[in-house]
């Protein structure tokens, strides 16, 4: 046996059009590769997708590209994350799964005592059993485990995989220290591989220097391709995991860097320099690096002694950029300031979900609430982010949109029974 393991794919991310298809391009690559491997399935772990609604053209190609694939005999098993599954629990991979592109392991029912049950989906040619759960917004995903009956799982025999989208706190370092996650005591035992799918730093860290030999590991093999500033700067690109069992009933897993083209980090300290000085320096900059065939991202920071930010003329030093054949130009501001501008500096990170739980974090107490310790305005203000970010249904009216958003509303912040009681009086 032998399969393919990804997750993070976030086609579709991208504002910038040629960003998107060199996502596209890097997907389609990975499968290629996998195909050369000669594997017996793939494991997709949530996100394949940016969004619930990705862009008709994203659509088309990995339409396209998932075909060749499953022309080859070759399936994919995979979970909704965070990002392509909505708040309105609408998903697009459910119209890829009718048209038989993929299978969406996520198949749960009730059991006689009110907990979970996940059914398995067996693969035909290997016999490896396979489920998981989804990933949802913020971590709320969380419930679902708490509730899941674990026991048949644990008794069901053969090499079983559990797909999740979601962190574990225990492998948390200081790089992904922000993101939401789980304890590993809440993943149900008895698993030969957990595909783990939501982290985007391939961890653990030593798959980078060789292959890893483990039993039943919680492997996060990373994004496929940057998915924004911060990710291309650091160069952050992922890879992919080619996973066969052993003998001794563990698993050897090869993790396989993603690298399909060349970023190049710019940084330049305006620090005390005055704005034509600085104007100088970055066209400077621009022209003695090698840039040719290479995604170049700027980033400009400190106090400038005079003049403003806005006053840089980015669109000389973009057309200059291009000049010299870069393959795309990203620029961040979002740390210089002027002695003669008083900016109010963003939180940074490396995900929309990373900056919104240092917004949350920074911020608590401000407002004191009789009974509330941080913990508990930390998890209301996170629940009531998510009922906000649910969309009116198509077939819904505007009234009962409102009411139903009004009572979650009430339930989250534990007074549903007193407004009751209000309007009743």
Known sequence: MKFAHLADVHLGCWKDSSMNELGTKTLEAVMRKVLEDQVDFILISGDLFDSSYPPINVLKETARILRHVREKGIPIY???????????????????????????????????????????????????????????????????????????????????????????????????????????SLLPEGF???????????????????PLKSTSPIIYPGCLFPTDFGELESGIFGGYCIVEPTQNEGVLVQWREVHLIDVLPLHLSAQGKPLKAVQEELKGLLKTKDMKGKIV??????????????????????????????????????????????????AIGFTRAEIEAKVIRENLGQVKVTAWDKETEERVIKDLLEKCSQRRGGDQKVKDYDAEKLDLFLKVLGIKQIWEEYNEG
């Open 192 to 210: 030969n591989y957990y595909a783990g799918g939501h982290l985007h730093i391939p961890t653990p860290e030593s798959m980078r220097k060789g």
């Open 297 to 346: 991202t700027l980033r400009v920071d400190g106090e400038m002694s005079s003049g403003s930010p806005a006053d840089i003329d980015f669109r000389e030093l973009t057309e200059l950029a291009f000049k010299r054949e870069v393959v795309n130009f990203f620029r961040n501001t979002q740390q210089l300031t002027s002695k003669e501008s008083v900016v109010i500096q963003p």
């Open 78 to 184: 995979i979970v909704a994350g965070s990002h392509d599954y909505s708040p309105t629990e609408k998903t697009i991979l459910k119209v890829f799964e009718e048209a038989d592109l993929l299978v969406d392991v996520y198949k749960a029912s009730d059991s006689e005592d009110g907990k979970i049950k996940l059914t398995f989906t067996v693969d035909e040619r290997t016999g490896a059993k396979i489920t998981g759960i989804l990933g949802r917004i913020r971590g709320t995903d969380v419930e679902l485990y708490r509730e899941l009956e674990r026991e048949s799982l644990k008794k069901e025999k053969g090499f079983k995989i559990f797909i999740l989208h979601n962190f574990i706190s225990e492998l948390k370092t200081k790089e992904t220290q922000n993101y939401d996650s789980f304890p590993k």
